[in-house]
């Protein structure tokens, strides 16, 4: 190989490399360690942060997921630190993260609710404050809605929770893929996938917070355009 073509190419390799890091979510392990220790700033014990992040763990490992497990987490954590300076209550906001979606996929279609619902029962047993609890819970119920709040921390949380709508097409497109196969049993899910993407299209803005509007919505909408034209009539 000549010399000027070998120096084009480990060039290009590492510029592709570099673009891979400058785009990567957090580093593995970053979400475990930052819930272990808040839970054990309250719990007082090693013992219980490793437990109930194992609990958190084997739910978000679970073989139908695909889309909502941990790398899931991975990239919201990372969209989180985008604007933690913006953060009241960054604990809070931290642990109703790693809830959020602990339980999917239920029966009786109330995944936000059981989330929420686990998200306290843990949350007592390490003697978080109450009032916190409640936030927690209010930031998991909603992501059912994802609608415009009057308290700056949810609608930060929310806006953590979409960016995937706008990053890049070839995560955009394995993103729409994975969710794919969460419901490939379903024969309702054009339709209702539909429905969702329209919904947030007719949002006067998808981004409710400025830091994740100008990161994220013009790209987010032409994402959702693009999957709403391979979706059949």
Request: proline letters at 3%; aromatic letters at 10%.
């Amino acid at each position: 190989m000549k010399p000027q073509i070998k120096y084009v190419l480990t060039l290009t390799m590492l510029l592709c490399l570099l673009h891979q890091v400058a785009t990567a979510a957090a580093p593995k392990n970053e979400v475990r360690t930052a819930f272990k220790a808040i839970i054990k700033k309250y719990s007082k014990s090693d013992k219980i942060a490793k437990s109930l992040w194992q609990e958190v763990e084997a739910n978000y490992t679970g073989k139908e997921r695909h889309y909502h497990n941990l790398e899931h987490l991975d990239n919201f954590y990372s969209q989180l630190l985008k604007c933690k300076d913006q953060i009241t209550d960054w604990e809070t906001l931290v642990l109703a993260m790693v809830y959020h979606d602990v339980i999917y996929g239920s029966p009786d279609h109330r995944n936000e609710e059981r989330s929420a619902e686990l998200a306290v029962e843990h949350l007592r047993q390490v003697n978080y404050p109450e009032d916190k609890i409640a936030k927690c819970q209010e930031l998991i119920l909603a992501t059912k809605s994802h609608a415009l709040s009057n308290d700056q921390d949810t609608n930060l949380f929310n806006d953590a929770d979409m960016s995937i709508l706008g990053l890049e097409r070839d995560i955009y497109k394995k993103y729409v893929q994975n969710v794919r196969l969460e419901y490939a049993s379903s024969p309702q899910f054009d339709a209702g996938r539909k429905r969702v993407l329209n919904y947030f299209l007719g949002m006067d803005r998808i981004f409710k917070t400025d830091v994740f509007y100008k990161l994220y919505e013009s790209s987010a909408r032409e994402n959702i355009k693009w999957e709403l034209s391979t979706l059949p009539e």
